[in-house]
């Protein structure tokens, strides 16, 4: 939880700030084994991940060397599993003289942060992974650049370089069908919210966990893959099973009038899920849904039944369908 | 392949007995091949390969176009009776090879296992060599390694390893090294060859996210964790047709962007999977497997699969794994558990496919992304290391140890073991001669050499 504040504290701050803080949490310390890593036996796990992952992208400027050379600045970070403290030991603190990077000098832990961030290569790559998390496209040259240039200069400020991507006019070309699969988390909460749902049971997080998301447990250091990685038939039941679990006892049976028009139902589950987003073929379906799930339905018993379960149904296709799958 | 020509003299006699009825392909059935291949159905070669006969029933399908002929051939090689079937066993996080079948007779074996090194006395013997032993943990895979069924290849990679897991579990699932043109895995590509449009259960990864290496362009894939639960339910609708016929008919639609494309076909699948598992989820108690499964995630995962299989869907290529073999601290006792589980699951997984009939037709690839550091660490761990061990478990494998051990006197630049046995080889001999598609046709860059991994039926 600390980790989570901290990533959104800065999350629109510095980028500089952040990978000093981020180096000193103690979920990244343990988890990618910086702390208790010496001069004796350097641990290159951060070292590799900070390069890969977090700052210069895979294979993007930097080498192997670079790696073992990067783990020996970062030696000397210790945590005491008695009284749970995280510290900095100086003498197990690697000293010597390391070639990062291309460059040379006695470098520490804050030093690596510095050559990373001051390299050519980084502020492509972070404002590439920026863009992308908005956008499914690549990042026109001219806006990469743009960005680019704003980051550089505000000294790796993160605020200008999403200012400039929510402004652009190619963030929101060819939007009038959605372009993203939504993650399990942006979908559930997005029901929930849409129906005006709190959360009032733990299931979530088993949910979750079967769509591919478990909140806290990304499957590993570098974070869930997005997009198509989503779905699996798997992870789609569990999609359609979840939104189902928000509609028990919500229209009760002999609750609806048999006056009711296919139009009036269609119209009022939409207004329950929400109003959300529905392309033509989610219309043409529902409304052939509507009529002809009733159809000759007239006995007490039927309409009792039926009428409640045709909007039981309608609802579920607009929590559950392919179209709230996608934003 | 013999098995494509005893199907050619049944099918003859078929033919000859019921003349009327049956007629072989027309000739100019053949002439939309070209076109067919090019769409991504099969080749002649694997149609031959697979057994068909190349024989339809005329009669009931007069009008029957090429394509559908070929198409119906198509769907009757994959999901024919007798056709073989493919495993993959993912150890993740990269296994210690070197602690899974230890180098016995190498002397620097115990100088740089100093920490965690196996002792000698409580390996397991292999029966074939003295060189190496097993785990103490792996008496279920030792029993099948002495049977003869477990093929060993002790250092499998690629060249100028590279130790990122992601990096390495990616190239090993797209069996393209370096960056892929695309999101594709090798088994996909190998049903875009083999496989049908319209069965997602011909490959079947079992868990919740659909595995990587399953990827293909055309070919739909199923993601099952298990077949008893897979329904679909409307909490106080009464019936699963109030339904489905609209889910069906939403993901039938077309769509401008690929990202609603994709939810629209992948529904597709989930509603087509869960049509095709109907007769396993009514099923109240399956029969128990001849030896239990351990109560772990890789036994449960490969019981399932066992009552997938055996309902015989025309299942090709399945995906399984077990996680924690990233053991970079304190890794003797998690280790020894997780050899214990491997080793029993396999054992149990051998006696279910001889139970139902199934021991012929499976073969189970055991790897991981890559071997680990020869040297261990400070924290009685083991780092990144190259060279991995994979192994072939099944009746058809060919028993032993099938490629060189590099040894541990020299070690490659970065203190790796030497890797002897690309993975690309692994494949292409897999796919050639026991799938049965060229391996060009799904490794871009397949390699010359193919390896003796398999022995006749």
């Known amino acids: 939880m600390r980790q989570q504040r901290t990533l959104r504290r800065y999350a629109l701050g510095n980028f500089r700030t952040l990978s000093r803080a981020m180096m000193r949490d103690g979920a990244m310390q343990i988890w990618l084994d910086l702390a208790g890593s010496s001069d004796e036996a350097p641990n290159e796990n951060f070292a590799r991940e900070f390069f890969e992952l977090f700052t210069l992208g895979a294979n993007n400027g930097y080498t192997e060397k670079d790696i073992r050379e990067a783990a020996r600045a970062l030696t000397g970070f210790t945590f005491d599993y008695d009284t749970k403290r995280f510290g900095f030991d100086p003498k197990r603190h690697d000293g010597g003289t390391k070639h990062i990077l291309g460059q040379r000098g006695r470098f520490g832990p804050l030093d690596v942060v510095d050559l990373a961030l001051d390299n050519r290569h980084h502020a492509p790559f972070l404002c590439t992974q920026l863009w992308g998390y908005f956008s499914p496209r690549t990042c026109p040259p001219r806006l990469l650049r743009r960005l680019v240039t704003a980051y550089t200069q505000s000294g790796h400020e993160i605020a200008p370089v999403l200012q400039l991507i929510l402004t652009d006019a190619a963030l929101y070309k060819d939007l009038e069908e959605p372009d993203m699969i939504k993650p399990p988390v942006v979908y559930v909460a997005g029901m929930l919210r849409q129906t005006g749902t709190y959360i009032t049971t733990d299931d979530w997080v088993w949910m979750l966990d079967q769509m591919g998301q478990r909140p806290f447990y990304p499957p590993n250091v570098s974070g869930w893959e997005q997009n198509e990685a989503w779905l699996s038939t798997s992870s789609l039941r569990m999609r359609f099973q979840a939104a189902a679990s928000l509609l028990r006892d919500a229209i009760k049976d002999g609750e609806v009038p048999q006056k009711r028009t296919p139009e009036e139902a269609v119209e009022r589950s939409l207004v329950f899920a929400g109003q959300p987003w529905t392309s033509k073929a989610t219309g043409s379906a529902l409304a052939s849904y509507s009529r002809l799930s009733v159809a000759g339905r007239d006995e007490n018993w039927e309409v009792k039944h039926y009428w409640p379960e045709r909007e039981r149904v309608l609802r579920q296709v607009l929590l559950a369908g392919p179209d709230a799958q996608v934003c | ?457």
Not at chain 2, 218 to 243: C, H, L, M, Q
Request: aromatic share 6%; charged share 20%.
């Open chain 2, 1 to 457: 392949m013999p098995r494509g020509c005893s199907d050619w003299h049944g099918a003859r006699a078929v033919l000859r007995r019921d003349a009327g009825r049956l007629v072989p392909i027309p000739k100019r059935a053949l002439d939309g091949l070209a076109a067919f291949e090019r769409q991504g159905g099969l080749s002649r070669r694997d149609l031959l390969a697979g057994g068909v006969g190349l024989l339809v029933a005329a009669n009931g399908i007069p009008g029957l176009s090429t394509q559908g002929v070929l198409e119906a051939a198509a769907a009757q090689a994959a999901g024919a009776p007798d056709a073989t079937i493919l495993v993959s066993l993912y150890l993740d996080g990269g296994n210690d090879g070197l602690n899974t079948l230890v180098p016995l007779a190498d002397p620097r074996y115990a100088q740089l296992r100093s920490r965690i090194g196996i002792d000698p006395a409580t390996a397991l013997p292999l029966v074939d060599t003295t060189s190496f032993g097993w785990h103490p943990s792996l008496a279920g895979l030792r029993e099948l390694y002495d049977a003869g069924k477990v093929a060993v290849l002790p250092s499998v990679d690629y060249s100028h390893p590279d130790q990122s897991h992601f990096n390495s579990g990616g190239y090993w699932r797209s069996g393209i090294v370096g960056p892929a043109p695309d999101r594709t895995g090798w088994l996909g590509r190998t049903l875009d060859a083999i496989g049908t449009h319209d069965n997602p259960l011909q490959g079947i990864h079992v868990g919740w996210g659909q595995d990587p290496s399953l990827n293909g362009r055309r070919a739909p894939v199923a993601t099952v964790s298990s077949p008893s639960d897979f329904g679909f339910y409307i909490p106080d609708v009464w019936e699963e047709k109030a339904f489905l016929p609209t889910y069906r008919r939403l993901s039938r639609a077309r769509a401008k962007h690929p990202a609603l494309a994709a939810v629209r076909s992948m529904y597709g699948n989930t509603i087509e999977t869960h049509d095709r598992l109907a007769p396993l989820a009514k099923e109240d108690k399956p029969a128990p497997p001849p030896l239990p499964y351990p109560d772990s995630n890789l036994g449960k995962s490969l019981g399932n699969l066992g009552r997938m299989l055996g309902a015989g869907f025309g299942t090709r290529v399945a995906v399984v794994s077990s996680g924690g073999f990233d053991t970079h601290d304190a890794q003797a006792q998690a280790h020894a558990d997780l050899l214990q589980d491997l080793g029993d699951s396999l054992r149990a997984w051998q006696a279910d496919l001889d139970a139902r009939g199934l021991s012929e037709r499976v073969l189970t690839m055991v790897w991981s992304e890559f071997g680990r550091r020869p040297e261990d660490n400070d924290s009685a761990g083991t780092d990144h290391g190259a060279g991995g061990l994979l192994l072939l478990v099944g009746n058809r494998a060919n028993g032993g140890i099938r490629s060189e051990f590099p040894g541990l006197a020299q070690l490659d630049p970065d203190d790796n073991l030497v890797t002897t046995t690309d993975f690309r080889s692994v494949y292409a001999t897999l796919l050639e001669q026991w799938l049965g598609v060229e391996a060009a046709r799904v490794l871009p860059r397949a390699p010359g050499g193919r390896l003796p991994l398999l022995r006749a039926a």
